[in-house]
């Protein structure tokens, strides 16, 4: 690594200082002026008629300069004491500029007034209006994209360029999360603006680095028994991880919200008796307007695949689907990309889907949409389907889940395949 300051100082920067010349040299100069102390070490007049003391060093092969303050704030010795820890900072191939900034940013979170300390005020204010599951969401995605670059800088040195170089790295992996990622960051720097942290907010620039949402449809779905069917062999046959294939199957045989089987405990979960069911939190649900949890009957089919998970994960304790690294889940994406990437059912069916083909068909085989609307936990638009939540209409979903298990049970096994991609799987 290159590093050093002035390793070549001339006769004149070799030679020190006295604090008359010093005084003479500030009374007399002209802006722009230099005089050595050597070392690297200078004062110079400045373009407003300010004496400052700075410092001239090389690092990584490039030539930088260090401010130290302006005389007589900073005197003689005060300036030849910080250029001995200049000089240190670079022999340890330490930028000094850069480390100041750090030590800076540590007293500031000290203090209160970085980012990452508005944000969690911000976070706690939200959590009193947000579901639990939305909040965690929130904070994850806080944590992951943005903490790691605006957490520890002060709020009211953020620039729009720092915010949109967040955003630009996001939206290279999901325009859609980096999006609302950005409502947060704004809604933070509200927060900012009402403490008198700042005036602006440099959110709002980077609005438009957030892609224009394409005009489409409805998520993409599959609503046949034979594309289904074709779809779980696909799955059967494809390198995935345990996790995935088991929250796959759940999502599949329940129709449920990719982010409830994502996050679905094993407490949640009724396994033998003669009404299994998942019972989900009303917290955990999209829907916050409900007095009871929601209520997913169990198949036969599910059932079975779900108590020998239990047994091969060897738990009865704790969350169905663990990440990698233990604690934390599986992530919503891993699901997404196992059937956007290694399905390839781009645009033709996604996790989602799943409550798109119950929809369909189990009103096509007769049973009500106030029925199928309660198992889906969808929000009620009339007065009728309002009155039926109270009472769940367990009877009529239990027939329904147990034939939904059934026929996809049935469809997996079938002879008949339908192209999902222009050409016919075996």
Same mark, same amino acid.
């Given at each position: 690594?290159?590093?050093?300051?002035?390793?070549?100082?001339?006769?004149?920067?070799?030679?020190?200082?006295?604090?008359?010349?010093?005084?003479?040299? @500030?009374?007399?100069?002209?802006? /722009? +002026?230099?005089?050595?102390?050597?070392? %690297? !070490? #200078?004062?110079?007049? =400045?373009?407003? *008629?300010?004496?400052?003391?700075? @410092?001239?060093?090389?690092?990584? /092969? +490039?030539?930088?300069?260090?401010?130290? %303050? !302006? #005389?007589?704030?900073? =005197?003689?010795? *005060?300036?030849?004491?910080?250029?001995?820890?200049?000089?240190?900072?670079? +022999?340890?191939?330490?930028?000094?500029?850069?480390?100041?900034?750090?030590?800076?940013?540590?007293?500031?979170?000290?203090?209160?007034?970085?980012?990452?300390?508005?944000?969690?005020?911000?976070?706690?204010?939200?959590?009193?209006?947000?579901?639990?599951?939305?909040?965690?969401?929130?904070?994850?995605?806080?944590?992951?994209?943005?903490?790691?670059?605006?957490?520890?800088?002060?709020?009211?040195?953020?620039?729009?360029?720092?915010?949109?170089?967040?955003?630009?790295?996001?939206?290279?992996?999901?325009?859609?999360?980096?999006?609302?990622?950005?409502?947060?960051?704004?809604?933070?720097?509200?927060?900012?603006?009402?403490?008198?942290?700042?005036?602006?907010?440099?959110?709002?620039?980077?609005?438009?680095?957030?892609?224009?949402?394409?005009?489409?449809?409805?998520?993409?779905?599959?609503?046949?028994?034979?594309?289904?069917?074709?779809?779980?062999?696909?799955?059967?046959?494809?390198?995935?991880?345990?996790?995935?294939?088991?929250?796959?199957?759940?999502?599949?045989?329940?129709?449920?919200?990719?982010?409830?089987?994502?996050?679905?405990?094993?407490?949640?979960?009724?396994?033998?008796?003669?009404?299994?069911?998942?019972?989900?939190?009303?917290?955990?649900?999209?829907?916050?307007?409900?007095?009871?949890?929601?209520?997913?009957?169990?198949?036969?089919?599910?059932?079975?695949?779900?108590?020998?998970?239990?047994?091969?994960?060897?738990?009865?304790?704790?969350?169905?689907?663990?990440?990698?690294?233990?604690?934390?889940?599986?992530?919503?994406?891993?699901?997404?990309?196992?059937?956007?990437?290694?399905?390839?059912?781009?645009?033709?069916?996604?996790?989602?889907?799943?409550?798109?083909?119950?929809?369909?068909?189990?009103?096509?085989?007769?049973?009500?949409?106030?029925?199928?609307?309660?198992?889906?936990?969808?929000?009620?638009?009339?007065?009728?389907?309002?009155?039926?939540?109270?009472?769940?209409?367990?009877?009529?979903?239990?027939?329904?889940?147990?034939?939904?298990?059934?026929?996809?049970?049935?469809?997996?096994?079938?002879?008949?395949?339908?192209?999902?991609?222009?050409?016919?799987?075996?």
């Amino acid at each position: 690594m290159d590093v050093g300051i002035e390793s070549k100082p001339s006769a004149r920067a070799a030679r020190k200082l006295t604090d008359m010349q010093l005084k003479a040299f @500030v009374a007399t100069a002209a802006p /722009g +002026k230099k005089m050595a102390d050597g070392s %690297g !070490l #200078y004062i110079t007049i =400045t373009n407003a *008629g300010n004496p400052t003391w700075r @410092v001239n060093y090389r690092i990584a /092969g +490039k030539q930088k300069v260090y401010s130290i %303050g !302006l #005389y007589p704030d900073v =005197t003689l010795e *005060g300036a030849r004491a910080e250029l001995q820890e200049v000089r240190a900072l670079v +022999k340890e191939g330490k930028d000094p500029v850069t480390a100041r900034r750090l030590t800076k940013a540590d007293n500031l979170a000290a203090s209160g007034s970085t980012f990452a300390t508005l944000a969690d005020d911000w976070l706690g204010r939200q959590k009193r209006e947000w579901s639990e599951v939305h909040y965690t969401k929130s904070r994850r995605a806080l944590e992951r994209d943005v903490l790691p670059y605006l957490g520890k800088l002060p709020v009211a040195e953020i620039t729009p360029a720092m915010v949109a170089g967040v955003v630009e790295r996001i939206a290279k992996r999901t325009g859609d999360t980096a999006g609302k990622i950005l409502q947060h960051v704004g809604s933070i720097f509200r927060l900012a603006q009402a403490r008198g942290l700042r005036l602006d907010n440099p959110a709002t620039p980077a609005r438009e680095l957030i892609p224009k949402k394409k005009l489409k449809g409805r998520m993409p779905a599959l609503v046949e028994f034979v594309q289904l069917g074709d779809v779980l062999r696909r799955a059967n046959m494809a390198r995935l991880s345990p996790t995935v294939r088991v929250a796959h199957r759940l999502i599949a045989f329940t129709a449920a919200r990719i982010s409830n089987a994502v996050e679905a405990e094993w407490k949640e979960f009724t396994l033998d008796g003669e009404s299994p069911q998942w019972l989900i939190p009303r917290t955990k649900m999209k829907a916050q307007d409900r007095h009871h949890d929601h209520r997913i009957l169990l198949s036969p089919q599910i059932v079975a695949e779900l108590k020998a998970w239990q047994t091969m994960s060897g738990t009865k304790k704790g969350y169905l689907f663990p990440g990698a690294a233990g604690g934390n889940t599986i992530t919503r994406e891993s699901i997404e990309k196992a059937y956007r990437v290694t399905l390839q059912l781009d645009r033709k069916h996604t996790p989602h889907g799943w409550r798109s083909a119950l929809s369909t068909l189990a009103r096509d085989a007769g049973f009500s949409r106030d029925v199928v609307e309660l198992a889906l936990d969808h929000i009620h638009d009339t007065d009728v389907a309002l009155a039926y939540d109270r009472g769940e209409r367990l009877v009529e979903r239990r027939r329904m889940m147990d034939w939904w298990g059934a026929e996809l049970y049935r469809a997996e096994r079938g002879a008949d395949v339908v192209p999902i991609m222009g050409k016919t799987a075996a």
